[in-house]
């Protein structure tokens, strides 16, 4: 079985306010999120007995010391997928790897969007196209959701609340 390798975009914010903070310690929000032409990919390379769990291997020229185990963003995501489609032991687990090409904790996403891209990917791969990946999305972190669209969104409450915004013409960008 094959599957076409999952893209996470990386993520822009052209404006980003803090409008008030809750009770809760978290932040209210008011975003408009674009995304670049650029991002990391994840693919499944094989699956593994269940038994083994979920491995995730990163390379690229950004994966040097992120952690690869269940702390890491993308196991997480399938984690909660698994959990939220109801999910037997005899669902298979899967080899996962992040070739990692956006920079590490550089304000772009990266990590929400690999998180969006395994639930993206696992959703296919384990058929489970009735679960609502945007709650799911949503416990993960403020950018997941937004990242699980992929497209222009204003984002606010928490990061859960997108409305769609009108498509921006592509601008080029120089690095």
Not at 4 to 19: C, E, G, Q, R
Not at 76 to 101: F, H, I, Q, V, Y
Not at 110 to 125: F, M, T
Request: hydrophobic share 50%; aromatic share 6%.
């Amino acid at each position: 079985m094959s599957f076409d390798p999952a893209f996470a975009h990386a993520k822009i914010n052209l404006f980003l306010h803090v409008t008030a903070r809750r009770p809760d310690g978290y932040h209210e929000l008011d975003s408009l999120a674009v995304f670049a032409e650029t991002g990391d990919i994840l693919r499944i390379e094989e699956p593994r007995p269940s038994a083994d769990g979920m491995s995730l291997t990163i390379d690229g020229p950004f994966g040097a010391g992120l952690d690869s185990g269940a702390d890491n963003l993308v196991l997480r995501a399938a984690a909660s997928l698994r959990a939220a489609a109801g999910l037997d032991a005899a669902a298979p687990s899967w080899s996962l790897r992040l070739t990692k090409n956006l920079p590490v904790a550089s304000g772009i996403g990266g990590g929400s969007a690999d998180a969006a891209a395994a639930l993206r990917l696992l959703a296919q791969a384990w058929q489970c196209a009735d679960v609502d990946l945007a709650s799911i999305a949503a416990s993960l972190g403020a950018d997941v959701p937004v990242c699980l669209a992929q497209n222009t969104q204003r984002m606010q409450g928490i990061g859960e609340i997108l409305v769609a915004a009108p498509s921006l013409r592509v601008l080029p960008c120089f690095s």
